[in-house]
């Protein structure tokens, strides 16, 4: 079983194409889903899916929420199972933005691009991701990258990440001390209030988790 989740208007011969019910899109008249949910809101169990796969959605996730679905997504997987992620290029995208001769308007194109379309509630971006990041998120919960690719559209660019599962089990601790060590990385320092910072995420982290892995078992 492959999960294309955030499917849009973009379906995927083999895959099961998840997306919100139609009343929640604004543009989107037609639907090609064929299972209609929040992807925040569903689980699979431990073992069953052959790979992940979504396409500019990974970005709408705060990182708490990002480092619960890869630590949930880790536990759906087989062993050997496969993390596909495509997102806007930030790297790529604010060299449009910093290009002194770029005109205002593919600059607004690139804003739009990196931090969402605001025509709905979910139409936002919380994260930006270069190649570098998305890896760097990956490989701390032990994800081997196994491709990294380009792409541009209508002078907007992007990258997609394909990774494999590591053949090693990790339990639920081990999975938020994962979370944890990255999450500290977006620490300024290590004051009180960075510290009980950290703490507030890893409650979202630990909420999100629980969501995603009620059928884990």
């Known amino acids: 079983m492959k999960l294309h989740l955030g499917c ?4 995927l011969s083999g895959y099961i194409n998840i997306d919100f019910p ?17 992807i925040l809101a569903v689980s699979y169990p431990a073992g069953s899916i052959e790979e992940v796969r979504l396409h500019h959605v990974f970005e709408h996730f705060t990182r708490p929420v990002a480092c619960a679905l890869i630590s949930a997504w880790r536990i759906w997987l087989k062993p050997r199972g496969r993390l596909h992620i495509e997102v806007p290029d930030l790297s790529r995208m604010a060299a449009v933005l910093l290009n002194p001769f770029t005109s205002i308007r ?10 969402g379309s605001h025509e709905a509630r979910w139409a936002a971006h919380y994260e930006g991701y270069s190649a570098g990041m998305l890896s760097a998120l990956m490989n701390t919960f032990e994800f081997e990258v196994s491709a990294i690719r380009r792409n541009s ?6 990258v997609e990440v394909l ?17 944890e060590r990255y999450l500290q990385n977006y620490l300024v320092d290590n004051s ?4 009980k910072l950290l ?4 409650g979202i982290y630990h909420e999100q988790f629980m969501r995603s892995t009620s059928s884990a078992a």
Request: glycine share 4%; proline share 0%; charged share 25%.
């Open 22 to 38: 139609l009343a929640e899109h604004s543009v989107q008249h037609q639907t090609v889903a064929d299972i209609h949910a929040d």
């Open 8 to 11: 849009g208007q973009r379906y």
């Open 192 to 195: 009180e209030s960075e510290q």
């Open 199 to 202: 703490e507030t995420w890893m």
């Open 163 to 179: 990774a494999t599962k590591s053949e090693s089990e990790w339990n639920n601790k081990e999975l938020a001390g994962a979370a």
């Open 106 to 115: 593919r600059k607004a194109v690139a804003e739009r691009h990196l931090f």
């Open 153 to 158: 559209w209508r002078g907007t660019h992007n």
